[in-house]
């Protein structure tokens, strides 16, 4: 009997150290899982940065793409206000009237061209002079009648497409 009693005294103590060490088991695994779910949170929250992050720059690229790409065609279309403004010009001194009509049909379609991309002359004639759209060449003094500070004379022409201005006009002020 002494064996038994014993054993039953034994048993209550091996039970609780039993039950300690399987408390502290558990609370290690569940300490485990809780690291292993704060960092699964850390890597889906750096995740969706990336994700977000790498949508924002291809936006921009693109962005900057159609912007590049716009300002090329605004550089072809101004690299041809010469030939217009020498086909002005050919138009003047034309003395045949055919030769007149021909010039007039290919300024025609040049200024076209120019209305198809969506490019406006600036005409600041009698107008106050406006720094935006002109740059002064020459300043005149103010004749009877006149203002100061209106554009006399446009030497160039302006143009401009949208707010943008492609070609400044060159114009003659009234001081």
């Known amino acids: 009997m002494e064996n038994e009693e014993m054993k039953e005294t034994v048993a209550p103590e ?4 039993a039950t300690k060490e399987k408390k502290k088991s558990n609370k290690k695994w569940q300490e485990e899982i809780d690291k292993a779910q704060a960092e699964a949170e ?3 929250r750096k995740w969706y940065a990336v994700t977000a992050e790498y ?3 291809r936006r921009r690229t693109q962005n900057q793409a159609a912007q590049r790409y716009q300002e090329g065609r605004n550089d072809v279309i101004a690299a041809l206000f010469p030939i217009g403004d020498n086909l002005e010009r050919a138009l ?10 021909g010039v007039e049909m290919v300024l025609a379609s040049f200024k076209k061209v120019l209305e198809s991309e969506g490019v406006e002359e600036i005409n600041p004639l ?4 406006d720094a935006t759209y ?3 060449i020459m300043a005149t003094p103010v004749g009877e ?4 500070g209106i554009v006399k004379q446009v030497y160039v022409k302006g143009y401009k497409k949208g707010e943008k201005v492609l070609r400044y006009a060159q114009v ?4």
Do not use: H, R
């Not at 034309?94 to 007149?100: L, Q």
């Open 14 to 17: 091996t039970e609780e150290k």
């Open 42 to 44: 850390e890597s889906k």
């Open 55 to 57: 949508e924002n720059y």
């Open 92 to 101: 003047l001194s034309c003395a045949d009237e055919n030769t007149k009509q």
């Open 126 to 129: 009698g107008q106050p002079f």
């Open 134 to 136: 002109a740059e002064a």
């Open 145 to 148: 009648g006149e203002e100061s």
């Open 172 to 175: 003659i002020v009234t001081q």
